[in-house]
């Protein structure tokens, strides 16, 4: 099964991050490539299920996932579990840069879910899933400077 990692190190404290990556609805505010995120369900604080509609190379990508949140640790688990792809999942962390700052995460692993195309499409799809993180984090990370030099 395909993997994404991307990593991004950003000038905010780890608890700003975290705040912004763990707010899910902000993204489409942010990110060009989500159209939208809906809380579908949450029964506390650390569990919730979201629905997603993000672009993705010209085709638009739905599903909905359980996500899994961890704020002592600044890591929330997701799963898709309906959906475009055959699988997804993967994680969001945060954890402090060594040279100040913090350092966002998001890890995915996948599969389109067509296993006769799989061998020709995953790496393409492995690509452009990679691209689209990275702009997702670098939105991050546009956000929280802008919210910090508003203050």
Known sequence: MPRVEVDLRIAVPPDDAWAAVVD???YP???ESVDSVEIVRQDDDRHRTTAWSVR???SVLQWTETELIDHAARRFDFEQISGDLG???GHWAVRPAP???STVSL???FDI???LLAEMLNPVAADALRES???MLMSLERRLLTQGAAR
């Open 24 to 26: 899910v609805l902000g």
């Open 29 to 31: 505010d942010c990110m």
């Open 56 to 58: 993705l190379k010209g």
């Open 87 to 89: 699988e997804f999942v």
């Open 99 to 101: 040279e100040g700052g």
């Open 107 to 109: 890890h995915v692993d």
């Open 113 to 115: 879910g067509i296993p």
């Open 133 to 135: 993180a990275a702009q």
